[in-house]
C-alpha cells in the first residue's frame, strides 16, 4: 500500500490480522494518529511507516519478536522510544564490514573519513 494517497488513522482490527510486512510508507497527505496498534501487531517482520504524519508517543514493540525492519522516520512523535527490542546485529550479515572485528569495506572506510572531516556523525 506503499506510495498511494492514504489517509486517516490505523483501525483497530489491524490488530486481529496476522501481517507479516506492513508497508504504509510515502503516502501523499499522509496518514496520521499513532501507531500504538503495532505493540499489538505480533506477527510483523517489517513495518515501513516513514512519510506519514504520525504522532504521539512510540509504544513498545517487545511482543513483536520477529520485527526486524521498522523505519520511523519522518515523524512527529513527542516522547521518546522505550527502547524494550532486542538489537541482534551480527557483522557478517551486513556489506559495511568485514568478517574481521574492525575492518570496513574500503568503500565504507573511505566513506567515514570523508564524513569524518566534516565532523559527522557527531557522537555525544
Same mark, same amino acid.
Given at each position: 500500500m506503499s506510495h498511494n494517497d492514504l489517509t486517516g488513522k490505523l483501525h483497530r482490527s489491524f490488530a486481529g490480522l496476522q501481517i507479516q510486512d !506492513?508497508? +504504509?510508507n510515502n503516502q501523499v497527505h499522509g496518514l496520521s494518529g @499513532? +501507531?500504538?496498534i503495532l505493540s499489538l501487531m505480533t506477527w !510483523?517482520? #517489517?513495518a515501513w !511507516?516513514?512519510?506519514n504524519s504520525f504522532t504521539g508517543a512510540i509504544s513498545s514493540l517487545s511482543n513483536c @519478536?520477529?520485527?526486524f525492519d521498522l523505519q520511523l522516520r519522518?515523524? #512527529?512523535f513527542t516522547r521518546s522510544f522505550k527502547c524494550d527490542i532486542h538489537v541482534d546485529l551480527r557483522i557478517g550479515s551486513n556489506n559495511?564490514? !568485514?568478517s574481521k572485528l574492525d575492518l570496513c569495506n574500503p568503500q565504507v572506510t573511505t566513506l567515514l573519513e570523508i564524513t569524518r572531516s566534516i565532523r559527522y556523525p557527531m557522537l555525544a
Open positions: !506492513l508497508y +504504509i @499513532t +501507531i500504538d !510483523l517482520n #517489517e !511507516l516513514d512519510f @519478536t520477529d520485527l519522518d515523524k #512527529e559495511f564490514c !568485514l
